[in-house]
């Protein structure tokens, strides 16, 4: 099978998979389901990705991909780190309050393997703060930022951005944000963090 023919019945199986997670739930969904909402095999799904699980970690990958890919190039090509985190400050924000990222946080709640919990700190954080934080050494490097530690920069940075609107939209506590909010909030995230680390 050609690559993009694969990569287009994977983005089919990856959209029935969150329309069943969204209203059955983690545990409410079978690969049978799934298979049959994507009018694909079972077959097919088992082949591919071994089991529920394997399909719902490809899921948290494929949702995680676009911010690493815009820091490691922002970092490899020696971009200014101000305007990189405010490139970069509303793509993660988007991606952590988004529907996908909200269903897949509550499907590793559900997961009692704690494997889905894994995969999303594997993908996510575990990914994208050392990338941060190396972004925040080569500011301190340069002159343009001050802190005590390019650590201690990333974690403002996003304690600045996030808070605690990821929990609160996985809790049901808040809506899915618009484009216009998520600039706003990235915006003032950017500002506060201007007034406590520019150099």
Same mark, same amino acid.
């Given at each position: 099978?050609? %690559? %993009?023919?694969? #990569?287009?019945?994977?983005?089919?199986?990856?959209?029935?998979?969150?329309?069943?997670?969204?209203?059955?739930?983690?545990?409410?969904?079978?690969?049978?389901?799934? #298979?049959?909402?994507?009018?694909?095999?079972? /077959?097919?799904?088992?082949?591919?990705?071994?089991?529920?699980?394997?399909?719902?970690? @490809?899921?948290?990958?494929?949702?995680?991909?676009?911010?690493?890919?815009? =820091? %490691?190039?922002?970092?490899?090509?020696?971009?200014?780190? =101000?305007?990189?985190?405010?490139?970069?400050?509303?793509?993660?924000?988007?991606?952590?309050?988004?529907?996908?990222?909200?269903?897949?946080?509550? @499907?590793?709640?559900?997961?009692?393997?704690?494997?889905?919990? /894994?995969?999303?700190? #594997?993908?996510?954080?575990?990914?994208?703060?050392?990338?941060?934080?190396?972004?925040?050494?080569?500011?301190?490097?340069?002159?343009?930022?001050?802190?005590?530690?390019?650590?201690?920069?990333? /974690?403002?940075?996003?304690?600045? =951005?996030?808070?605690?609107?990821?929990?609160?939209?996985?809790?049901? @506590?808040m809506p899915e944000p618009s484009p216009a909010d998520i600039e706003t909030r990235a915006a003032a995230a950017?500002? #506060?963090?201007?007034?406590?680390?520019?150099?």
């Amino acid at each position: 099978m050609r %690559d %993009d023919m694969k #990569a287009a019945r994977q983005e089919r199986i990856e959209e029935a998979a969150y329309r069943l997670v969204r209203s059955r739930g983690y545990s409410g969904v079978s690969m049978l389901a799934i #298979a049959r909402e994507a009018r694909a095999s079972n /077959e097919t799904l088992y082949r591919w990705y071994g089991d529920k699980r394997g399909l719902f970690k @490809a899921m948290v990958e494929t949702n995680a991909r676009r911010t690493p890919a815009a =820091l %490691d190039r922002a970092i490899s090509e020696g971009a200014d780190p =101000l305007t990189t985190l405010s490139e970069v400050g509303p793509v993660l924000l988007a991606m952590l309050l988004g529907e996908r990222a909200v269903l897949l946080n509550r @499907a590793a709640a559900a997961d009692e393997t704690g494997e889905l919990g /894994e995969t999303i700190a #594997a993908g996510g954080r575990e990914a994208v703060f050392p990338m941060i934080e190396a972004l925040m050494g080569k500011g301190m490097e340069a002159g343009t930022l001050a802190a005590p530690s390019a650590g201690a920069a990333a /974690e403002w940075f996003l304690a600045l =951005l996030i808070g605690d609107q990821q929990i609160r939209r996985v809790i049901g @506590a808040m809506p899915e944000p618009s484009p216009a909010d998520i600039e706003t909030r990235a915006a003032a995230a950017m500002t #506060a963090f201007r007034r406590l680390c520019a150099a």
